[in-house]
C-alpha cells in the first residue's frame, strides 16, 4: 500500500511560477496540489490530456474552455484534453486544487 501524506510532500515551484507539490506520478496519470495565494492566476493554457480539478481549500474561479465556474471545497471539475484551462484563487482566501491528468501524453510525462 502507498500513502501520500500531502502535508509532508515537498513544496516547490512550478514553471510557470506556482507553489505546488507533486503527489502521485505514474506512466497514467499525475496528481498534483497547486497552491495557489489569495489573487494568484493561472492563465489558460491547453494541455493535451484529459484532467480534473478537485478543490480541497479555498474557491476561486476554474475556466474551461469558454466556460468559468466559481469553485469552491470539494467541487470537482472536468478539462477535455487540448481545451484552454485557467484557475484564478479568490482575491481574500487561498486556493488549494488536486489536478489530477490522464492519460498522460509522452510529451508531458516529466512535467
Known amino acids: 500500500m502507498e500513502v ?16 505546488a507539490r507533486k503527489l502521485l506520478d505514474r506512466p497514467s496519470f499525475l ?9 494568484e492566476a493561472v492563465e489558460k493554457h491547453a494541455m493535451p490530456d484529459d484532467a480534473f480539478f478537485y478543490v480541497v481549500k479555498g474557491g476561486g474561479i ?11 471545497e470539494t467541487d470537482i471539475v472536468f478539462s477535455p484534453k487540448n481545451t484552454p484551462r485557467g484557475l484564478k484563487a479568490s482575491p481574500h482566501q487561498e486556493f488549494h486544487v488536486l489536478i489530477v491528468r490522464s492519460p498522460l501524453s509522452a510529451d508531458n510525462q516529466n512535467k
Open 62 to 72: 476554474i475556466e474551461i474552455g469558454e466556460e468559468q465556474t466559481s469553485a469552491a
Open 31 to 39: 496528481i498534483m496540489n497547486l497552491l495557489l495565494k489569495p489573487g
Open 4 to 19: 501520500v501524506r500531502m502535508s509532508e510532500v515537498p513544496v516547490f515551484t512550478t514553471p510557470m511560477g506556482f507553489a
